[in-house]
């Protein structure tokens, strides 16, 4: 049996974020600098994503001059799909009041 879980808040921010890169490829640094995450949050979110196959993963091949070559992160398309669905989950969800919200708002007369 499959169960069908929400991303947490810090998975659809991943995904937000690859999402807005389109088609370009993101480094797992400037991922945690942009999402203010750290480093233990956003790799193990990137590990889940690839196993998955939402996330498709590369090799730099050609950094710069001293430094080791950096893993590269975009959204495959099934990735991209699914990023879309949960922003669109996340609008329906703050636009949506809550349950018992009018009986909660103060009254105008």
């Not at 389109?22 to 945690?32: A, I, Q, V």
């Not at 995450?37 to 730099?60: C, D, M, N, Q």
């Not at 969800?93 to 909660?104: D, H, I, K, V």
Request: aromatic share 6%; net charge positive; glycine share 8%.
């Amino acid at each position: 049996m499959v169960r069908d879980r929400r991303p947490s808040p810090q998975t659809a921010a991943v995904l937000s974020a690859l999402a807005t890169s389109g088609e370009g490829w993101s480094h797992g640094y400037d991922l945690c600098r942009n999402l203010g995450l750290k480093a233990g949050t956003v790799y193990p979110i990137l590990i889940r994503l690839t196993e998955r196959g939402l996330v498709e993963t590369s090799w730099e091949t050609d950094p710069p001059r001293g430094r080791p070559a950096r893993h590269l992160y975009r959204l495959s398309t099934t990735g991209a799909e699914f990023a879309r669905t949960v922003a669109a989950t996340a609008r329906a969800e703050r636009s949506t009041p809550a349950p018992g919200a009018a009986r909660l708002a103060p009254k105008t007369t």
